[in-house]
């Protein structure tokens, strides 16, 4: 007996960037998926009214009602998109607005295909259950960890051993770049200094639990200060810090990492 063939993903492409939608789509299709685009906000409405797609990958710097009027009209009233979006963005201070929808992930433009392959994969995988297999792409994602260290010579030393051992790492140094990025990067654990610039790291913390696409990130936290705190004021705080470490050994942290990540 022969066995029926799955039918492909559908993807609505909304951009306003003509040769991008040309490139992207392409490539999505040549990796199986049936790309629908449209390069306007109005346009993708439109286009939804005649197709159900299984993702919505949106810019959100259009003319016209642009990303965030398109991503209201698709929502319901409680602001929960009635599709899953991945949006693209190159505007890193529409962090706060992005903190508060309930959106599948992000991609910073201009994207490299394959990492726009691998999130596509990722979240129809998890949006489609585990009957459906991710793209090839998804299943070799290495874990992504952010570090927040304002002195950057550990910040080097963190992340060399860090990469050593195969994860990806991002790199920033001060609490309120940590609250950004978290948000457009969605790392897989974040590793934070206690007492950082401009924001402490608990504080950090105390924000991440508090946004919708950030709450589930856990978190190692680190203090080379000669301060004596009970490692339990942070651990059971109620935010996402996982492991407290004492001093800022590039060892310590990895194996906190590891054991974090491995839960």
Known sequence: MEMENKPKRKILLVDDDTSLLVTLSDFLRFEGYEVTTADSGEQGLKKLARFTPDLIILDMSMPGMGGVGFLKAVSNVDGKPKYPILVLTARANMAEFFANVDVEGFIAKPCDPNDLLMEVGRIIFLRSGADDEPSPGARVTRRKVLIGED????????????????????????????????????????????????????????????MPNTKTIPIVLYDDSNVQVASTKFTDSGTGIRKFIRGNSAIAVLEAVRTVLND
Do not use: C, F, H, W
């Not at 002195?151 to 001060?174: C, H, I, P």
């Not at 897989?188 to 950090?204: E, F, P, R, S, T």
């Open 151 to 210: 002195d950057r010579a550990v910040s080097e030393q963190l992340a060399t051993v860090l990469v050593s051992e195969g994860y990806v790492v991002e790199r920033v140094y001060s609490g309120p770049e940590v609250l950004e990025k978290s948000i457009v990067m969605r790392p897989d654990i974040i590793v934070l200094k206690l007492v950082l610039v401009n924001m402490n790291g608990d504080a950090v913390a105390q924000v991440l639990k508090e």
